[in-house]
């Protein structure tokens, strides 16, 4: 939930700054799918990392190079 509350904001922040109607105009919605996009993909990544460095911790390996 914390993270689509996140991504909800930090979107609208970055995307939406006309008020002037009552639905997105063509450049805020197209904004809106990349910043959804690069974000779902960053997300997707980190959760790629933490699997890869909890499965060398767990083969006894550390936290990594020093």
Same mark, same amino acid.
């Given at each position: 939930m914390n993270t689509y509350s996140n991504l909800v904001q930090r979107c609208f922040e970055d995307c939406v700054n006309d008020f002037t109607?009552?639905?997105l105009i063509s450049k805020e !919605?197209?904004?809106?799918?990349?910043c959804v996009d690069k974000y779902m993909? +960053?997300?997707?990544?980190? +959760? !790629?990392r933490f699997q890869e460095m909890n499965a060398t911790m767990m083969q006894g390996g550390?936290? +990594?190079p020093k």
């Open positions: 109607t009552k639905s !919605e197209g904004c809106v799918f990349r993909k +960053g997300q997707t990544r980190l +959760g !790629e550390g936290l +990594g």
